[in-house]
């Protein structure tokens, strides 16, 4: 098979293994040189509309497999959000590298009209991220900081 997409700035850290479950379906795909992202695709057999306010689980027809030590986060696109209201519902979406499903994105319609999704829309770019996991411990007390317990915009505007 051919490996796709590592061209640019950077090399490939790791190798992502992807399933299509259609022939016809393209890989993920860096759009320039140096994007984070691979944009990913709708796989779908009809267009769908999602209402405003909507949200809709989107097939793609891609399943794949993630080295462990790694995810993949399902992110937004930026344009779709800007020009069209439309996000990923859980942004960012993790897949995890134990995960062999199809992989799906949700999306919600922000905006004030119907949007409608077709076959082959970009609609979504997946990060491939390096994974820590931490060793969890419980405590008493927790260290004293300047911060404290101030959040959800305690430090300003």
């Known amino acids: 098979m051919e490996e796709k ?17 259609d022939a016809a379906l393209r890989l993920p795909e860096y759009e320039s040189a140096s994007a984070a992202g691979m944009d990913i695709r709708a796989f779908l057999p009809v267009d769908v509309n999602i209402p405003p306010l909507g949200r ?13 030590g790694y995810e993949a986060q399902v992110r937004p696109r930026s344009g779709l959000a800007y020009k069209s209201g439309v996000t990923v519902l859980n942004s960012p979406g993790t897949i995890d590298s134990d995960y062999r499903g199809e992989i799906g994105v949700i999306l919600i319609n922000l905006s004030d ?8 829309d970009r609609i979504a770019q997946m990060v491939i991220s390096p994974v820590t996991r931490a060793r969890v411990t419980e405590t008493e007390l927790l260290s004293e900081t300047k911060r404290g317990s101030g959040g959800f915009g305690s430090t300003g505007m």
């Open 5 to 21: 997409g590592f061209t640019g700035a950077g090399e490939a850290g790791c190798v992502i293994r992807f399933k299509k479950s």
């Open 113 to 120: 009209e119907f949007f409608t999704v077709k076959n082959g």
């Open 56 to 68: 809709m689980r989107i097939p793609t027809g891609l399943y794949v497999e993630i080295p462990d």
